[in-house]
């Protein structure tokens, strides 16, 4: 019979560490929304203790989808830390603490220029305490393919000894190679199968060689239980063992394996794109599974070959991954019937009739702009319609704009919205953009400094949709924006408008707090 494995994704919490992957609260609780259609089986949703913000993302995640999903946190070895975890997940039916220490000398010397005696202790502490609020208990040996391997396993015994339940052995800094690591993983498997055969035995793996994948599989083909893993392969560095490419080997080769999830394949790649979308940080073209490339057949004798028999070419069809459910093309003579039906197979919530009407009259809008209305654009509509509910007060709103551009002196004229006043103003820049935005720091009279600017087409089809993310610093912190707009323009101006509101409510809810 097959063997289980259970699937934690950390997208949340090692992928949003990443520079640039930050996202705000709704955003997280959307893309929780969406590892729950994917049938993840625990959600690391944060590592609470590190800000006010992730505390509360945490707890809303655990909130939103904790009724079905296992949702976790991290927590450093100290008390303060697993408060906060277990504050922020307790509210799930099925939370557990996630303690990180690390066990390798250069940790444990450099680091923590403590003994190693001491360090172990120290994680046992933390066990033992974790163990009084909550029976499920996570400990992370960090950096545990450099470790010295007795060390690694009194480490193992001892916090296993205080009650931890899952022992989860990470490859920190992606260096181990996959054979190394299955043996480590056999080894600790062996062991601990002699201690307590009900502990779970968990990988964790970087990909810093490019191996997070193989080395995964490896780990699993030795024991491991459990996996950890992110969506897009996103996480510190060269990123985590990608989700996807886990689940898809798994799956294809089943055979050798042996091996099942319960992830829900067919939602795989509409959990890639809204991450993308989520987060503005492509998908490299030709990444297995995910990439825009990954089904595309170019050459001749490929499509000759797939044209007489598709597994010529196709291990996997790209229905099993969702692709052909991504291709669904409505326009405005679609009705409301058959957008209804769009919008809740992607997994959204139509809302009750006065929304949907809202909703409806907004596709037709875009439908009459862009002729042909993709997945991505319905994901685009849903997520600013939602968003738009949420802030049904923001600062600043976009009124009218005239952009022209020239070699000699861009000029942009805006006029914005705030608190039922307009205000209207003009400015050169040294093209189109910095104009725009110059006029936008005028009006708002605010500091900000753009440092990060990004423009996608994010549809097919020849009225594609532009999609604009950027990051603003305002008073020492960095805020996100994004919008999507058929006009390339006006998306670059909601989008900083779009940071400069967070910003905004930031200060605002900050000045609340303080
Ligand atoms: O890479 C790592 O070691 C981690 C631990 C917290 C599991 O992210
Ligand atoms: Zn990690």
């Given at each position: 019979m097959d063997r289980n494995i259970i699937v934690l994704d950390t997208t949340l919490r090692d992928g949003e560490q990443?520079?640039?992957?930050k996202m705000n609260v709704y955003q997280k609780i959307e893309f929780a929304q969406q590892l729950k259609r994917l049938q993840v089986?625990?959600?690391?949703?944060?590592?609470?203790?590190?800000?006010t913000g992730d505390f509360q993302a945490v707890h809303e995640v655990a909130r939103c989808v904790g009724d079905s999903v296992s949702v976790t946190a991290l927590a450093r070895a100290v008390k303060s830390d697993i408060d906060a975890v277990y504050e922020s997940v307790k509210i799930a039916q099925d939370p557990f603490i996630h303690i990180v220490l690390g066990t390798s000398n250069i940790h444990v010397?450099?680091?923590?220029?403590?003994s190693k005696d001491a360090i172990m202790q120290m994680g046992v502490d933390a066990v033992k305490y974790a163990k009084s609020l909550l029976p499920q208990v996570q400990y992370s040996t960090e950096d545990a393919s450099r470790a010295d391997f007795e060390y690694l396993w009194n480490t193992i015994e001892a916090v296993v000894k205080a009650g931890a339940t899952i022992i989860n052995v990470p490859d920190t800094v992606g260096y181990t190679e996959p054979e190394e690591f299955g043996d480590l993983i056999r080894r600790i498997n062996e062991r601990l199968k002699n201690v307590n055969d009900k502990v779970i035995l968990s990988v964790h793996c970087h990909n810093d060689l490019g191996l997070a994948t193989a080395n995964t599989l490896s780990a699993i083909k030795n024991g491991a239980q459990k996996i950890e893993c992110t969506i897009n392969g996103l996480g510190e560095r060269a990123g985590n063992t990608s989700l996807e490419e886990v689940v898809m080997a798994l799956k294809v080769r089943q055979n050798r394996y042996r091996c099942s999830t319960n992830?829900?394949?067919?939602?795989l790649l509409r959990t890639s794109r809204l991450l993308t979308y989520l987060t503005g940080l492509d998908v490299q073209v030709?990444?297995?599974?995910?990439?825009?490339?990954?089904f595309a057949h170019s050459s001749g004798i490929h499509q000759d070959g797939l044209l007489k028999d598709k597994n010529v070419y196709e291990i996997i069809s790209p229905e099993e991954v969702g692709a052909e459910s991504m291709e669904l093309i409505l326009t405005a003579r679609s009705g409301r019937h058959a957008f209804k039906n769009a919008v809740e197979k992607m997994g959204f919530d139509s809302g009750d009739e006065a929304s949907f009407e809202t909703l409806f009259r907004k596709f037709l809008a875009l439908a009459d702009a862009k002729k042909e209305v993709y997945d991505h654009d319905i994901s685009y509509l849903m997520n600013s319609h939602r968003e738009q509910a949420e802030n049904n007060n923001p600062m600043y709103e976009l009124g009218s704009f005239q952009v022209i551009t020239n070699n000699l002196y861009p000029t942009a004229t805006v006029e914005l919205k705030k608190d039922g006043e307009s205000l209207t103003g003009s400015a050169v820049g040294d093209g189109p953009i910095d104009a725009l935005y110059t006029v936008l720091k005028t009006l708002t009279g605010l500091e900000v400094k753009l440092h990060h600017y990004k423009i996608n087409?994010?549809?097919?089809?020849?009225e594609a949709v532009g999609r604009v993310n950027l990051q603003i610093d305002y008073q020492g912190k960095t805020y996100s924006g994004r919008a999507m707009d058929t006009d390339i323009i006006k998306a670059s101006a909601l989008a900083f408008l779009n940071a400069i509101n967070a910003a905004l409510l930031d200060k605002a809810h900050n000045r609340k707090e303080g």
């Amino acid at each position: 019979m097959d063997r289980n494995i259970i699937v934690l994704d950390t997208t949340l919490r090692d992928g949003e560490q990443v520079p640039g992957a930050k996202m705000n609260v709704y955003q997280k609780i959307e893309f929780a929304q969406q590892l729950k259609r994917l049938q993840v089986d625990i959600i690391e949703a944060g590592f609470p203790a590190s800000s006010t913000g992730d505390f509360q993302a945490v707890h809303e995640v655990a909130r939103c989808v904790g009724d079905s999903v296992s949702v976790t946190a991290l927590a450093r070895a100290v008390k303060s830390d697993i408060d906060a975890v277990y504050e922020s997940v307790k509210i799930a039916q099925d939370p557990f603490i996630h303690i990180v220490l690390g066990t390798s000398n250069i940790h444990v010397e450099k680091k923590f220029n403590r003994s190693k005696d001491a360090i172990m202790q120290m994680g046992v502490d933390a066990v033992k305490y974790a163990k009084s609020l909550l029976p499920q208990v996570q400990y992370s040996t960090e950096d545990a393919s450099r470790a010295d391997f007795e060390y690694l396993w009194n480490t193992i015994e001892a916090v296993v000894k205080a009650g931890a339940t899952i022992i989860n052995v990470p490859d920190t800094v992606g260096y181990t190679e996959p054979e190394e690591f299955g043996d480590l993983i056999r080894r600790i498997n062996e062991r601990l199968k002699n201690v307590n055969d009900k502990v779970i035995l968990s990988v964790h793996c970087h990909n810093d060689l490019g191996l997070a994948t193989a080395n995964t599989l490896s780990a699993i083909k030795n024991g491991a239980q459990k996996i950890e893993c992110t969506i897009n392969g996103l996480g510190e560095r060269a990123g985590n063992t990608s989700l996807e490419e886990v689940v898809m080997a798994l799956k294809v080769r089943q055979n050798r394996y042996r091996c099942s999830t319960n992830i829900k394949t067919t939602e795989l790649l509409r959990t890639s794109r809204l991450l993308t979308y989520l987060t503005g940080l492509d998908v490299q073209v030709n990444k297995a599974i995910t990439g825009d490339n990954a089904f595309a057949h170019s050459s001749g004798i490929h499509q000759d070959g797939l044209l007489k028999d598709k597994n010529v070419y196709e291990i996997i069809s790209p229905e099993e991954v969702g692709a052909e459910s991504m291709e669904l093309i409505l326009t405005a003579r679609s009705g409301r019937h058959a957008f209804k039906n769009a919008v809740e197979k992607m997994g959204f919530d139509s809302g009750d009739e006065a929304s949907f009407e809202t909703l409806f009259r907004k596709f037709l809008a875009l439908a009459d702009a862009k002729k042909e209305v993709y997945d991505h654009d319905i994901s685009y509509l849903m997520n600013s319609h939602r968003e738009q509910a949420e802030n049904n007060n923001p600062m600043y709103e976009l009124g009218s704009f005239q952009v022209i551009t020239n070699n000699l002196y861009p000029t942009a004229t805006v006029e914005l919205k705030k608190d039922g006043e307009s205000l209207t103003g003009s400015a050169v820049g040294d093209g189109p953009i910095d104009a725009l935005y110059t006029v936008l720091k005028t009006l708002t009279g605010l500091e900000v400094k753009l440092h990060h600017y990004k423009i996608n087409s994010i549809s097919r089809g020849k009225e594609a949709v532009g999609r604009v993310n950027l990051q603003i610093d305002y008073q020492g912190k960095t805020y996100s924006g994004r919008a999507m707009d058929t006009d390339i323009i006006k998306a670059s101006a909601l989008a900083f408008l779009n940071a400069i509101n967070a910003a905004l409510l930031d200060k605002a809810h900050n000045r609340k707090e303080g």
